[in-house]
């Protein structure tokens, strides 16, 4: 008995010391301890350093894709001495403003094979970051609302399974079973069944930076908030650090993930880039009892709509139509949202709207993404995530950080290369199955 006492001493002693005292790593013990000690020894989840001179390599962009980028860096090709460099606070861009959504149901078989492999790196994201981010794999259900369409998501369907995903083509009856609240006898819009993912589901957006910012933290990234990139330094045709808002700093290397932002940012080093930034809406009802157990898709418009954990409806439809930097979207694309919304499931029109936000995005020419080095040697390139940027998040990061680390792509992102808009190999998802990306 006294060994065992002394054994569990030794083992609570040793995770509580788990890591340095400037760090912070969740387990149960530390629960209990802090539950017992009115919660008092808690520290940051991430700090903030003073900025080094140099870094083996920076990560431009504090959101989802960069915060993962330099945790994967860190984890898993074993460079510690990374800056991340975000120009306003962490979770304050497109990954705090989004609808939550992970699915890998596409059709192209370079999209599929890698939103697949993002879809399982979700699968073990909370274990890989320690941190709680809500992952709930409740499945995506797309709709459909005639033969033609019903021949497409069965294509669809079958090129998911042929590439190792899971679908499951739903008949009207099922349907009706688990979502008894969608408009089934619209004349416009009659609803004949569905294309089911059920590993599809939701995560927590702003604990997804959150966690990220903290793993990435844990294995000692320098997080640098409110610090604006203006400008590239270079020496013999190399990108060798960055200016900045709190003064010039050095690199080996430089990965650009900023979003909306990247046309704004590579144009610092005359780099002319196949994006457009447009606004993309999400909206936010009031907290209702459970009504939506999964995430729904709209066939006939541009809508998709699922329940947050705290019970508001949250959901979203296409980009604004005009070029824009703001953060904010058209009253026009609020309509066309809620006219789908009522469409699909006029129930909807009882909630009250709570709030809306916009996140830029940055759409490139053939609707799949950028992730690649450029002509530029020691610059790096992540972009042109569309509509599909949140879900990317750890695929994105995980192959960017190999892009980065070996100076070549990973076989997941060799096609989203910057050559294939000048060669024509282009990825055209919403061309070839009928689906924004």
Request: one cysteine or more; glycine letters at 12%.
């Amino acid at each position: 008995m006294l060994l065992c006492k002394i054994s569990f001493s030794k083992l609570l002693t040793d995770l509580l010391k788990r890591k340095d005292v400037h760090r912070m790593y969740y387990n149960i013990l530390k629960l209990l301890k802090e539950g017992f000690n009115d919660n008092k020894g808690w520290k940051k989840t991430w700090q903030n350093p003073e900025i080094k001179k140099k870094y083996d390599v920076i990560i431009i962009g504090g959101g989802g894709h960069g915060l993962a980028t330099a945790f994967y860096l860190a984890k898993e090709f074993n460079i510690k001495n990374i800056a991340v460099l975000e120009k306003k606070w962490i979770g304050g861009g497109n990954v705090g403003r989004n609808t939550t959504i992970i699915r890998s149901n596409y059709l192209l078989n370079e999209n599929e094979a890698f939103y697949e492999f993002s879809l399982k790196l979700w699968e073990t994201l909370e274990k890989q970051i320690n941190y709680n981010a809500m992952v709930s794999q409740r499945g995506v259900l797309n709709v459909f609302h005639s033969d033609a369409q019903r021949d497409s998501f069965v294509r669809r369907g079958n090129s998911m399974i042929i590439n190792g995903a899971d679908a499951e083509l739903y008949d009207v009856n099922k349907i009706k079973t688990i979502y008894p609240f969608l408009d089934y006898n619209n004349a416009r819009f009659p609803i004949k069944g569905g294309l089911f993912q059920k590993r599809g589901g939701t995560v927590r957006h702003d604990a997804v930076a959150w966690g990220y910012a903290h793993g990435a933290d844990e294995l000692g990234v320098d997080i640098i908030q409110n610090c604006e990139v203006t400008g590239f330094k270079f020496k013999s045709g190399t990108c060798v650090g960055v200016k900045t808002s709190k003064g010039d700093i050095l690199a080996n290397k430089i990965g650009c993930a900023v979003a909306g932002s990247t046309s704004l940012l590579m144009s610092k080093a005359n780099m002319n880039l196949p994006l457009e930034s447009h606004v993309l809406q999400a909206f936010v009802s009031e907290s209702l009892k459970p009504l939506i157990p999964g995430v729904i898709t709209f066939g006939a418009g541009h809508f998709y709509i699922s329940q947050s954990d705290k019970g508001g409806l949250v959901f979203g439809g296409d980009i604004d139509g005009y070029n824009s930097y703001a953060q904010r979207g058209g009253m026009d694309m609020l309509e066309d949202v809620c006219e789908g919304g009522l469409a699909l499931m006029p129930t909807i029109g009882k909630a009250r709207l709570l709030r809306m936000w916009g996140g830029i995005m940055d759409m490139s020419m053939d609707g799949s993404p950028i992730i690649d080095k450029t002509h530029i040697k020691g610059l790096y390139l992540n972009a042109g995530w569309c509509y599909g940027g949140f879900k990317a998040t750890p695929g994105s990061a995980n192959v960017f950080a190999h892009t980065v680390a070996k100076d070549e792509p990973h076989k997941i992102n060799e096609a989203f290369n910057l050559e294939r808009f000048s060669n024509g190999r282009l990825i055209d998802e919403h061309g070839a199955a009928a689906v924004a990306h």
